[in-house]
């Protein structure tokens, strides 16, 4: 895109933000809660794109200032000073460029959500159950590293440990934008604690995130859901298997079912449950555009694919792969202990790559 046409698309949205700015201020506007958070977004993403032009504008100037210098200025010491201005600004232009770019992209709306993760063991039996449980403190120990908080909703324990599968809820600042390229199938290389010849088995889990819901996003009547109140399994000291706080809502209409028993309180349960029932069925429509995108970009798997083998856990050679961007690293019990965002930055700029080939611009 030619300098002028990104500065008259970027200057376009001057009067739209200017617009934004006055309506979310609006009593009217403020008493719609559903419209003025819609708009409030849409605020604080037009600030970043104005505030990206305003710097565009400065340094395109500068650009040009330093050039006049150098073409009509005769003192030695100011040419000098011009030609590190014209350097600096050279530099910072295509940079700049790239950055705009990317923000009139529209990107995934979901993105500033808070995430809902499942992790499942899949094939491998009890050796998928213990990988499930790695994945599951590998996740725990990168969310602590972001300052995100995280809370179990639910989860089925292996026999010898690990997890048949694990629900847990994340929240911070960008979870689901950054979490979202963990969906899919995570496969490990290596020799389980059963095996007595020493040899190498492949087990596998299956991941999955989607976006939290708010009650903005998906309304719920209350003559659709059944609640089945039961008592606790697992670990969880005196209340487990003796007090009625463990709560299953199921969705009439959709039929999709959840369940909580995190809480002692069975009021905390409920409302952590329908936190989750809200997310799924909100999800049924974020999978439509997952399912569009995942065929465009090779970075993202639709999380209905589940079949999707994204990342392969080789123990033997201390390797990780990750097999949408064919990268591979050589750090895992790093990776293990939570250090994954060198592979996630990777996928992001990858999916960037695309996301502007895609919009052509």
Not at 3 to 27: H, K
Not at 101 to 122: M, S, T
Not at 287 to 305: F, H, N, P, W
Request: glycine content about 6%; charged content about 30%; some cysteine.
């Amino acid at each position: 895109m030619a300098e002028n046409d990104l500065l008259t698309r970027l200057n376009g949205l001057v009067s739209r933000f200017e617009e934004v700015a006055t309506l979310i201020t609006d009593p009217a506007v403020i008493a719609d809660m559903k419209r003025f958070v819609k708009l409030n977004k849409e605020y604080h993403e037009l600030e970043k794109i104005n505030k990206a032009r305003l710097e565009y504008i400065q340094t395109l100037d500068g650009l040009k200032e330093a050039r006049a210098v150098l073409e009509t200025e005769q003192d030695t010491e100011m040419k000098e000073i011009a030609r590190e201005e014209l350097e600096i600004c050279s530099t910072r232009i295509p940079e700049l460029e790239e950055k705009i770019k990317l923000l009139l992209i529209p990107a995934d709306p979901q993105d500033d959500k808070n995430a809902i993760v499942e992790i499942r063991g899949g094939t491998g039996g009890d050796e998928a159950a213990l990988f499930a449980g790695d994945l599951y403190r590998m996740y725990v120990k990168y969310c602590e590293s972001k300052g995100w908080k995280i809370e179990q909703t639910s989860n089925t324990e292996g026999t010898s440990g690990g997890f048949k599968e694990v629900i847990f809820v994340v929240t911070g600042d960008n979870v689901y934008g950054t979490l979202k390229y963990e969906s899919g199938v995570h496969r490990v290389q290596r020799i389980p604690q059963t095996e007595t010849q020493g040899r190498v088995h492949t087990s596998a889990a299956t991941v999955a995130v989607f976006p939290e819901a708010d009650e903005f996003d998906v309304e719920i009547k209350e003559s659709d859901i059944r609640t089945d109140i039961f008592c606790a399994s697992g670990h969880g000291g005196q209340s487990v298997n003796t007090t009625y706080s463990a709560v299953r809502l199921v969705h009439i209409p959709t039929g999709i079912t959840v369940q909580c028993q995190d809480e002692k309180s069975q009021l905390k349960n409920k409302a952590k449950a329908l936190i989750e029932l809200r997310s799924r069925i909100y999800n049924m429509e974020h999978q439509k555009y997952l399912d569009e995108i995942a065929g465009k970009r090779k970075t993202m798997v639709s999380s209905g694919d589940r079949s999707a083998k994204i990342r392969t856990y080789n123990y033997p050679q201390g390797r990780v792969t990750d097999h949408r961007i064919n990268y591979t690293i050589y750090n895992l019990s790093s990776f293990m202990d939570g250090n994954i965002q060198e592979v996630i930055d990777k996928l992001i700029i990858a999916e960037n790559a695309e996301r502007l080939k895609e919009a052509k611009l």
